[in-house]
């Protein structure tokens, strides 16, 4: 059951990629090596392995899965999504100028404008929608083009393709986020980006139980920098968390198919709510750039945004009076979670840049779950009434 050198489907890979029976037991799923060192038969003679901070051969084999997703040749796991974004940013220098795009995660542009911005580090936040925004944002100085794709929570897509021709021609790296569409709707290293960046506390683990992240790439001297810094830096996954997001990555691609049915739902029926002004989901014909979500998503997934009439008021109320969806932060997991922006995730946000990006009083965000979809539709219905 080695498939390290077959050519296997999605599916099949987050069952199978990077995972061996243990070979002393024969043990299907791979052990908990719940150690911190390894005995060597002599000084520098070992298997592999010297320290867990350096290498975990549980750790390996997520690493080895992940990377099968992200169709990556090297892959590398990390305490969290923000503990990998610290790894690659280290790779850089003061002095050195980064392209972000405007919504990007709150806890990253938290990272790069109070933490790495004391490293010397220049950032420009751009609306990537246009390209030209990009282009014109480039300088001498820059080396890197930070792209999330769908934004978080106006669900803006960017053209991952197109960015990373502009890259290339500018001689500039690009990294995309992919953790709202996982590895199973969404493949940016096939369309040209030289790192893939994931928070694994999403969609890959998918069951709201365990933090991690994970940084994907092909290019050896982007590895090598990222795997320097995942043992210097030392933010490194427990083995029992690699086990337990090892366990969630199995289901993702029946996962992902099921929220993205059920998404495709909610928001049709959002969409005809008379207590609904607006719907954003890349999977409606409505959305601004829902030909671009067709060509580069290979679904839609499980986020949806909506605005709620009757503004803070009545949002609240919707949040306060449903009963299957559970008011909490984070998505991705088998649970349908609702969220207000602007009070809860974006809080930390200042509100002029909220109201630049459209984070409106009665905005909505939904990570629709994998429950009944009737029993989702019920229970909205009774919290807008
Ligand atoms: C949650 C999240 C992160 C940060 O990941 P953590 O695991 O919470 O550190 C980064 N990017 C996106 C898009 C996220 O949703």
Request: with cysteine; glycine share 8%.
């Amino acid at each position: 059951m080695n498939t390290s050198d077959m050519k296997i489907h999605p599916e099949t890979a987050a069952i199978h990629a990077g995972q061996i029976p243990d070979p002393t037991t024969g043990a299907i799923m791979t052990p908990i090596y719940q150690t911190s060192t390894y005995v060597q038969a002599g000084p520098g003679k070992h298997k592999g392995y010297e320290y867990s901070r350096t290498q975990n051969p549980t750790r390996s084999a997520l690493e080895g899965n992940l990377a099968a997703l992200e169709g990556a040749k090297f892959g590398l796991c990390f305490a969290s999504g923000c503990g990998a974004s610290t790894a690659v940013m280290l790779t850089y220098s003061a002095g050195d100028h980064f392209v972000v795009c405007d919504d990007v995660y709150g806890g990253t542009r938290r990272l790069f404008t109070r933490v790495l911005n004391k490293c010397g580090f220049e950032f420009t936040f751009v609306d990537m929608t246009k390209i030209e925004n990009i282009e014109k944002a480039i300088k001498p100085n820059t080396k890197l083009i930070w792209i999330e794709t769908p934004t978080n929570p106006t669900l803006k897509l960017i053209d991952i393709e197109a960015v990373t021709k502009l890259a290339k021609k500018k001689n500039l790296k690009t990294l995309v986020d992919n953790t709202f569409m996982s590895p199973y709707l969404q493949s940016p290293l096939q369309l040209g980006a030289d790192i893939v960046l994931h928070s694994t506390t999403k969609y890959i683990g998918g069951h709201s139980d365990v933090v991690g992240g994970f940084i994907g790439t092909s290019d050896e001297a982007i590895y090598q920098a990222v795997k320097f810094n995942q043992n210097s830096l030392g933010a490194v996954p427990a083995p029992m968390d690699c086990f337990l997001t090892m366990r969630g990555a199995k289901t993702l691609p029946v996962r992902m198919k099921q929220h993205s049915l059920n998404a495709m739902e909610i928001a049709k029926f959002l969409e005809k709510h008379p207590q609904v002004e607006k719907v954003i989901y890349p999977g409606l014909p409505s959305h601004p750039q829902y030909e671009l979500a067709k060509r580069q998503m290979k679904d839609s997934g499980g986020m949806i945004t909506f605005i709620a009439k009757g503004g803070l008021e009545k949002s609240r109320k919707v949040l306060e009076k449903v009963r299957i969806f559970a008011c909490a932060e984070s998505l991705g997991g088998v649970e349908s979670l609702i969220e207000h922006p602007a009070i809860m995730t974006h809080a930390s946000v200042p509100a002029e840049v909220k109201a630049e990006l459209g984070i409106a009083d009665g905005l909505i965000r939904i990570s629709v779950g994998i429950e009944n979809i009737e029993d989702l539709k019920a229970d909205l219905e009774q919290a807008l009434r």
